[in-house]
């Protein structure tokens, strides 16, 4: 059973209690325009509790806002009562939901391409919101005006600049002057809400007319106090130029290629992203430039290899050199490096090392952080090729310890 088969079936077991049932929103949108769509979500005229009483299965996450999972096998469908929202003091949240009908319904969704519903037992589109029409135009359009629904949430400032990435669509001028003149109460949105809406505008291959959006409108330096100007200009070109699929941390360091490291780190708090991607934003950062060092020693290549980020560092500095005016250079030393990698075959890039701790002490090193420096530098030999057998490597530690004066006596 598909995700749309599993959300018709239950709007048949709906119809049958008579109550409306239909389905909502982005999928509808999708099937219009012959998208897959992510999950197909159901709205109707019966309650929560008519919900929960009718399926077996239910998990009833926001039945105060009218919100039901239904589980049918494997697949859940989101089922939710036809409502509306009001009194959003805060630019967030709405103060009073209540149940109303399909229409009203649609009044309170964001945009009209998003404000459609199917009726799959008529095969009929339901469209109190003109989105149809918006559709064949193309154009992203809020419901109603577009000032006064975005102070309703703000974050529907950075879904107007999303579903245009994604679909390709343009911003309604009116639309599109209300995000600009708002932009700045994007603030007023939790980091992980901005987070999500921003992801999906960066890891979209329309990432860079996204950015654009973003900047021009203000959003992106209300989002990231100071990221103007060049910087920003830059993080569009160069976005431009990453390969279709990049997950949102090489994303982010690219947004911030023309960034000191440290701007971007305290830029990205706001978003609260995972420690290991804050990880990866910054292991790609600090090593900007690093792969065009022609000079770069064997081990250290070795050790770049064998970390996870190797390649987006690779993939980020091509980007960059694409967009740089001495190009040319960068790409050519990017491509020797390639070649290198190439000859490097399949060698182990993290062997095991020829000597331990213990060895080395038995060798006559005393415990401490000479030996931490010792162990290290024989590492580095080992993997530029200097030492191949644990013999070379006593006779290469006897020498070092020789000539720092290390052993006991
Ligand atoms: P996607 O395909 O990316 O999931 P979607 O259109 O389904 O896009 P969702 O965020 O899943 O978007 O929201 C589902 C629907 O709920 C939207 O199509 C829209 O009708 C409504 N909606 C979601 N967020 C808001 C909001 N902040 N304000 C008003 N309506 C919203
Ligand atoms: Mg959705």
Redesign the pocket.
């Known amino acids: 059973m598909t995700n749309k088969q599993a959300a018709i079936k239950i709007i048949k077991r709906l119809s049958r209690d008579g109550f409306q049932a239909l389905l ?4 509808v ?2 099937m219009l325009l012959g998208r897959p ?3 197909y ?1 159901v709205a109707t005229s019966a309650q929560p509790g008519d919900v929960i009483k009718l399926f077996r299965r239910t998990l009833k996450v926001g039945a105060k806002f009218g919100v039901v999972i239904v589980l049918l096998e494997d697949k859940q469908v989101e089922v939710a009562t036809f409502r509306t929202e009001t009194g959003y003091a805060d630019g967030r949240h709405p103060s009073v939901v209540k149940f109303a009908n399909a229409a009203e319904d649609a009044s ?4 009209t391409i ?2 459609m519903f199917y009726d799959p037992l008529r095969e009929k589109v339901i469209d109190y919101v003109d989105g149809r029409a918006d559709l064949k135009k193309e154009l992203v359009r809020t419901i109603g005006k577009p000032k006064e629904r975005f102070s309703e ?1 703000y ?2 400032m950075l ?1 107007a600049v999303r ?1 245009s990435t ?1 679909l390709g669509f343009a911003i309604e001028p009116l639309t599109w002057s209300a995000i600009c003149s708002n932009a700045k109460n994007i603030t007023k949105i939790s980091g992980e809400r901005i987070a999500i809406e921003l992801e ?1 505008i960066l890891v979209n291959p329309n990432r860079s007319a996204g950015t654009s959006m973003l900047a021009k409108s203000g959003l992106a330096e209300a989002i990231f106090s100071g990221f103007v100007g060049e910087q920003a200009e830059f993080a569009v070109s160069v976005l431009g130029q990453l390969r279709k699929k990049v997950d949102f941390a090489l994303a982010l360091a690219s947004l911030f290629a023309g960034c000191p490291t440290e701007f971007a780190r305290e830029r990205c708090q706001i978003l609260k992203l995972s420690r290991s991607q804050n990880k990866h934003i910054k292991f790609l950062l600090t090593n900007r430039g690093k792969l065009l060092d022609e000079k770069m020693s064997l081990a250290e290549l070795k050790m770049f290899l064998a970390g996870p980020y190797f390649w987006d560092l690779y993939e980020l500095q091509r980007a960059i050199q694409k967009v740089k005016a001495d190009a040319k250079e960068g790409i050519a030393a990017l491509s020797k490096l390639r070649k290198r990698i190439k000859a490097l075959g399949d060698v182990e890039l993290r062997p095991k090392p020829l000597l331990n701790g213990h060895d080395l002490i038995r060798l006559g090193a005393v415990p401490g952080p000479a030996l931490g420096q010792l162990s290290e530098e024989m590492y580095i030999a080992q993997l530029e090729g200097e030492l191949q057998t644990p013999q070379q490597a006593q006779g290469w530690v006897q020498k070092w310890l020789q000539k720092h004066r290390m052993t006991e006596k």
């Open positions: 909502a929103g982005g999928c949108r999708d769509a992510s999950d979500d309170r969704r964001d945009f998003n404000g949430d974050l529907r879904r579903f994604q999906a």
